[in-house]
T-cell receptor, first 114, second 107 residues
Framework: DTGVSQNPRHKITKRGQNVTFRCDPI?????LYWYRQTLGQGPEFLTY????????KSRLLSDRFSAERPKGSFSTLEIQRTEQGDSAMYLC????????????FGEGSRLTVL | RKEVEQDPGPFNVPEGATVAFNCTYS??????FFWYRQDCRKEPKLLMS???SGNEDGRFTAQLNRASQYISLLIRDSKLSDSATYLC????????FGRGTSLIVHP
C-alpha cells in the first residue's frame, strides 16, 4: 500500500501525558499537512511542511504542540501535557507541489484524553 | 466570520432526487477550489476540483462564482451510496475546509 500511513490509529491517554503521532506520506509528495477534526466539524489546519521546512503554523497550535519532518519524509506531531480539549482525530495529508492540488489523507489518529 | 461556510444540513432526500449544496468563502485571494467527500469515520477524499467555467463528472456538477465568492455542488439522480458528508475546500495558500454538509439519501 503506497498511500498515506498514520500511526497509532487510536490513542487513549490521561490528561497531562505526552503523545506522539507519526505520518508517512506518499513517497514522492513534498507537501505534508496536519489537520485536526472533531465531531461535526471539518478538518482544521494545524501545520504544513514543504520538504523538511515547516512553512506555516495555525494560531490554534499552542506551544504544547510541535511537529517535525526531519528528512522531508515522515512527520511527527507531538502534544505535550495533553488536555481533554485535545481529544480529536488528527489527520495527515500529503500532496505533490508546486501548486496545491489534491490532498491525499491518511486514515487518521484518534486521540482520547481522559 | 469563518473563512469557508457551509450549511451543515443534514439534507435528507429520496433516491433519484437532485440536491444542491452551497459554500461561501471570505478570502478573495483564493485560487483553488475543491469538493471532498467524507464517509462516516473515514478520511476525506477528493470528489472533484471546481473551475470558473464549471465542470461536470457524471451525476456531479460543480460551479464557481468568483464575484460572489460562492461554490456549488449539484448531485443529480441521487443514489443511496451518495450518503456522506461533502466538504468544500478553498485554497489561498493553505487548503481550508468548511464544516461539511451531511447528505442522507433514503430509499
Amino acid at each position: 500500500d503506497t498511500g498515506v500511513s498514520q500511526n497509532p490509529r487510536h490513542k487513549i491517554t490521561k490528561r497531562g501525558q505526552n503523545v506522539t503521532f507519526r505520518c508517512d506520506p506518499i513517497s514522492e509528495h513534498n507537501r505534508l499537512y496536519w489537520y485536526r477534526q472533531t465531531l461535526g466539524q471539518g478538518p482544521e489546519f494545524l501545520t504544513y511542511f514543504q520538504n523538511e521546512a515547516q512553512l506555516e503554523k495555525s494560531r490554534l497550535l499552542s506551544d504544547r504542540f510541535s511537529a517535525e519532518r526531519p528528512k522531508g519524509s515522515f512527520s511527527t506531531l507531538e502534544i505535550q501535557r495533553t488536555e481533554q480539549g485535545d481529544s480529536a482525530m488528527y489527520l495527515c495529508a500529503s500532496s505533490q507541489g508546486p501548486d496545491t492540488g489534491e490532498l491525499f489523507f491518511g486514515e487518521g489518529s484518534r486521540l482520547t484524553v481522559l | 466570520r469563518k473563512e469557508v461556510e457551509q450549511d451543515p444540513g443534514p439534507f435528507n432526500v429520496p433516491e433519484g432526487a437532485t440536491v444542491a449544496f452551497n459554500c461561501t468563502y471570505s478570502n478573495s485571494a483564493s485560487q483553488s477550489f475543491f469538493w471532498y467527500r467524507q464517509d462516516c469515520r473515514k478520511e476525506p477524499k477528493l470528489l472533484m476540483s471546481v473551475y470558473s467555467s464549471g465542470n461536470e463528472d457524471g451525476r456531479f456538477t460543480a460551479q464557481l462564482n468568483r464575484a460572489s465568492q460562492y461554490i456549488s455542488l449539484l448531485i443529480r439522480d441521487s443514489k443511496l451510496s451518495d450518503s456522506a458528508t461533502y466538504l468544500c475546500v478553498v485554497t489561498a495558500y493553505i487548503p481550508t475546509f468548511g464544516r461539511g454538509t451531511s447528505l442522507i439519501v433514503h430509499p
